[in-house]
């Protein structure tokens, strides 16, 4: 058998990737493939003509091997705990959810209960189980499957701006509030930006693009959210090549804090770390060159404990999609779409009180009260020479904000 068959064969047998099997049988050559045979042995082959592909595997019995009834049986007795744990959200929330989407369903019938749809959609976006397994454990083939998950993520992405928007201006009071009323008390914050990779496949075509420098291939969110993670603007699907500064000026983002009406007035921002430009409603740290003041000092400790949020908001969207955290899709346009649906489900869930995020609050210590410091008195003149890309008024407005811890 050449090497090609092989690799068929090993990823359609044991549902793993090729280089996880290798890299079990190099580490634990006995054990690995002990493992592997003790599989190999649970299935039988048929080789049939199978159209394009060439080759069809059947195991044992040619039948499912997931849970009978899944849906029917299994689920209905799931206390309200497990469902929970399962699926990422209340029974009350799937509900809504489905009363939400229903209107935009299309192609999704299969004479099937929409519910039945919308829990394995959930459940691969919440699992990294193969497309194969979800099938066996709904009961349904793999093309029905497939077809059911694109169609409901489709009308999650397309749902993307009704539940992630820009705060109005009483809405951004409340959030400024929210931000304030932290220990910190940093004022006119309406969110914190950041930038997030999500793995991909390597792309065909313009892989290079998205090559990051961890090494993998990625697509690049973009997300700003409010005091309690939530996200009041996202940009998707940039390549994982690009810097944060980069991604953020072409953002729709960019140009609408830049423009001759700002979206925000002169004493509201948003924060971001050093890698974004310092603008007057952008605030940025003071760059480390190891001779911070101890105002400085104490404005990036705040600056940073504060603009955590953002970095808590991308972990609970990945811990609760995990397919998220290895987007396996064939193109980067699908990538965006399941990306768009995590989003959208993301801010449904913060909005009805059903995402278990604990405390948003980073609590990170002080650990520069001690920090030697040369500079005792900053000179506005420096910061203007370090930060020759932001405005006088950027510069002055952190300036005075430092000043008022």
Request: charged share 15%.
């Given at each position: 058998m050449d090497n090609f068959m092989r690799n068929i064969l090993l990823e359609e047998i044991l549902n793993d990737p090729v280089d996880n099997i290798d890299n079990l049988l190099n580490q634990y050559p006995i054990q690995g493939m002990n493992n592997i045979m003790n599989d190999l042995n649970e299935v039988m082959f048929a080789f049939e003509d199978d159209g394009a592909d060439g080759l069809r595997i059947n195991p044992r019995n040619n039948g499912l091997v997931g849970v009978p009834n899944y849906f029917e049986d299994v689920?209905?007795?799931?206390?309200?705990?497990?469902?929970?744990?399962?699926?990422?959200?209340?029974r009350e929330s799937i509900a809504e959810l489905e009363n939400i989407i229903r209107p935009h369903v299309l192609d999704v019938n299969h004479n099937m209960p929409l519910q039945k749809f919308f829990l394995l959609t959930i459940w691969i976006l919440a699992t990294p189980e193969s497309f194969r397994s979800v099938a066996d454990r709904f009961g349904l083939c793999k093309t029905i499957t497939y077809s059911a998950f694109k169609e409901i993520v489709h009308i999650l992405a397309n749902l993307l701006p009704q539940f992630v928007r820009w705060p109005d201006a009483q809405e951004c009071e409340v959030i400024e509030a929210g931000f304030r009323s932290r220990r910190e008390g940093f004022p006119g914050i309406i969110g914190a930006i950041d930038g997030c990779h999500i793995e991909i496949i390597q792309p065909p075509?313009?892989?290079?693009?998205?090559?990051?420098?961890?090494?993998?291939?990625?697509?690049?969110?973009?997300?700003t959210c409010d005091h309690n993670g939530k996200f009041i603007d996202v940009l998707i699907g940039r390549p994982g090549r690009a810097h944060d500064a980069s991604v953020f000026r072409t953002s729709t983002l960019y140009n609408r804090l830049t423009s001759e009406d700002p979206l925000l007035p002169p004493n509201q921002h948003i924060l971001g770390d050093s890698a974004y430009p310092l603008m007057l409603n952008v605030l940025t740290p003071f760059k480390d060159n190891g001779h911070?003041?101890?105002?400085?000092?104490?404005?990036?400790?705040?600056?940073?404990?504060?603009r955590s949020i953002i970095e808590r908001a991308f972990g609970l969207l990945k811990g609760k999609f995990r397919r998220l955290r290895y987007l396996n899709v064939k193109?980067?346009?699908?990538?965006?779409?399941?990306?768009?649906?995590?989003?959208?489900?993301?801010?449904?869930?913060?909005?009805?009180?059903?995402?278990?995020?604990?405390?948003?609050?980073?609590?990170?210590?002080?650990?520069?009260?001690?920090?030697?410091?040369?500079?005792?008195?900053?000179?506005l003149e420096a910061e203007v020479e370090e930060n020759q890309d932001a405005n006088l008024d950027a510069i002055q407005k952190r300036f005075n904000i430092m000043n008022s811890f």
């Open positions: 689920i209905p007795l799931y206390t309200d705990n497990q469902f929970y744990s399962h699926f990422r959200m209340s075509g313009n892989a290079n693009d998205y090559y990051n420098r961890k090494g993998t291939h990625s697509i690049i969110l973009q997300g911070l003041s101890p105002q400085q000092i104490r404005y990036n400790v705040k600056h940073a404990s504060i193109s980067v346009d699908m990538g965006i779409v399941v990306i768009s649906a995590a989003c959208t489900l993301h801010n449904f869930l913060l909005s009805r009180g059903d995402a278990n995020i604990g405390d948003f609050i980073n609590r990170a210590e002080n650990n520069n009260e001690n920090h030697d410091n040369d500079i005792n008195n900053v000179e």
